[in-house]
């Protein structure tokens, strides 16, 4: 017998980022929500970094610092813009879609002539 106990499984970061962002991506609720949410962060950042952060983003003291907030702030709006263009064409590729189950369904159900 062996003192050790049983190892547990690593949750490997990779695995779960890929995972969550498939439901992320699958769920238009969900995406919807995502985007919203890095809008508001993105306003949010934007808005700190005018009024009360200022002092700490002082570009001649600090830098690398007001370059990696802005990059931040760059990087949210950039992520939801293209969040929002994926909706986008999942809605319209959804509309095709539905038109072409409507066109068959009514080929389907109207008489031969």
Not at 7 to 35: C, N, W, Y
Not at 59 to 83: D, M, N, Q, S, Y
Request: aromatic share 8%.
């Amino acid at each position: 017998m062996s003192d050790h106990p049983p190892e547990e499984k690593q949750l490997e970061t990779t695995s779960f980022v890929i995972h969550a962002t498939r439901g992320v991506i699958r769920d238009p609720r969900t995406r919807r929500r995502v985007m919203m949410l890095l809008v508001i962060l993105a306003v949010v950042f934007v808005i700190a970094g005018l009024t009360i952060l200022q002092p700490l983003l002082y570009p001649h003291e600090h830098p690398w610092r007001v370059i990696g907030f802005w990059l931040v702030c760059v990087w949210l709006t950039f992520t939801a813009i293209l969040i929002a263009l994926f909706d986008l064409l999942m809605v319209r590729l959804e509309a095709r879609r539905a038109e072409r189950e409507l066109r068959d369904k009514l080929k389907r159900s109207s008489p031969s002539e």
